[in-house]
């Protein structure tokens, strides 16, 4: 536990970038699914999806700082850690992706990754209806998983006095709370 007073860099610009490009392409692919009509545009923004996915994951590896997957890579006794804090009413307060919140970010990525490739399976006339299920299938449990992600951010913000969607357009935080480190942090 320490206490920061200063402003600090937590998001990178790749990883900004990332974020409002995913959340721009992840929009237009759902906005477009249901007609022939916008096929193309809908297959545009998915191989978009699928290419920001691509560039997200060589970044956790390559990339620095908070971006790092070690940085917050959940394991089961950070998860039950956290979700025990909250219930106590003083919930761990990271400076990165809290446990919680990395869960999210990890199903999200693999939806991505579901979604895309049976698209392109879909698309190449390969796997039948099945593939048409499972493309759907993945399409609404990355939507799901995007509710309950932007509930978490709201919710996190307000518990911990930030405004964490300013953070991920600015890359700057201001902590006024005593924080619980990320791993490598
Ligand atoms: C299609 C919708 C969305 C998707 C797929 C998505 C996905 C993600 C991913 C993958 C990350 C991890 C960032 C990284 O380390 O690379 C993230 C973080 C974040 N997202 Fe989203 N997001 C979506 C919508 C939104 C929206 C609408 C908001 C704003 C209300 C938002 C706010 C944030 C914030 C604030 C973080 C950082 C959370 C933290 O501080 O730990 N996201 N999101
Ligand atoms: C990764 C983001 C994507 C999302 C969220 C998404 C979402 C969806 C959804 C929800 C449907 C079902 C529409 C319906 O009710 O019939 C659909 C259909 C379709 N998608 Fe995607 N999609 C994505 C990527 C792709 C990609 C990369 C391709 C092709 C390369 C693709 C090709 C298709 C095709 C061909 C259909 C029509 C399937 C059918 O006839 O039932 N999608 N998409």
Do not use: C
Not at 49 to 66: M, N
Not at 97 to 103: D, F, I, L, T, W
Request: hydrophobic share 50%; no cysteine; proline share 4%.
């Amino acid at each position: 536990m320490n206490i920061e007073a200063k402003p600090i860099r937590v998001w990178d610009l790749p990883t900004r970038l990332f974020h409002w490009s995913l959340v721009a392409s992840f929009a237009i692919a759902f906005l477009t699914a249901e007609s022939e009509k916008w096929r193309d545009i809908h297959v545009a923004a998915g191989y978009t999806l699928a290419g920001l996915i691509t560039f997200r994951l060589l970044w956790g590896f390559v990339g620095g700082g908070y971006s790092r997957f070690a940085e917050f890579l959940p394991t089961p006794r950070t998860i039950v850690d956290y979700i025990k804090s909250l219930m106590n009413g003083k919930p761990q307060h990271y400076v990165g992706h809290n446990p919680a919140g990395a869960v999210a970010i990890f199903l999200l990525l693999g939806f991505g990754v579901a979604a895309a490739g049976s698209g392109w399976a879909v698309y190449e006339n390969m796997g039948g209806h099945f593939m048409e299920e499972l493309h759907e299938g993945a399409s609404n449990g990355m939507m799901a998983i995007v509710v309950i992600h932007i509930a978490g951010v709201i919710v996190s913000s307000w518990l911990h006095h930030e405004n964490l969607v300013l953070a991920m357009i600015t890359g700057w935080k201001k902590m006024r709370t005593p924080t619980h480190e990320n791993p490598a942090g």
